[in-house]
């Protein structure tokens, strides 16, 4: 009997992969304090909406993540100085997410690290080939979601 691979076990070993290069880069540069991808993805969001009002229940929409995993990301963000969080001038309840000034160009440098590593990934493959690959992750995200 053969053993076939596992493709779930394959995509955590190239997200592990990743990962591993990334940190790899950050202790290059003497990096302090290491980003997760969560994290990235709320300062990407932060950036792309700063002059718009955002507070934590939309970063729980936007991103798909529950109010347990969002409320300690950016405590933990807010730590670290990170983002701050001031009251809403329409709702006093409501606190607004920004980012600090300097994580925005520290989310700068992260996303050259990104561009490099997606270069270095994409480097042996076709652009047909990248386009296979997106449409089947898409599948199976589609896949498991049913």
Do not use: P
């Amino acid at each position: 009997m053969s053993k076939e691979k596992s493709l779930l076990f394959s995509i955590k070993d190239l997200e592990n992969e990743i990962k591993k290069n990334l940190l790899k880069e950050e202790s290059k540069n003497n990096d302090s304090y290491h980003l997760s991808g969560t994290q990235h993805r709320i300062m990407k969001y932060l950036i792309d909406h700063k002059d718009e009002e955002v507070c934590q229940n939309i970063l729980e929409k936007e991103l798909n993540l529950t109010r347990s995993t969002i409320s300690g990301v950016l405590q933990t963000m807010e730590k670290h100085q990170i983002i701050e969080r001031k009251k809403s001038k329409q709702d006093t309840r409501t606190k607004i997410i920004s980012l600090s000034s300097k994580s925005e160009e520290r989310y700068i440098e992260g996303k050259n690290k990104l561009a490099r590593l997606e270069k270095k990934a994409r480097k042996n493959l076709t652009q047909a080939e990248v386009n296979e690959f997106l449409t089947i992750i898409n599948r199976i995200k589609e896949s498991i979601n049913d």
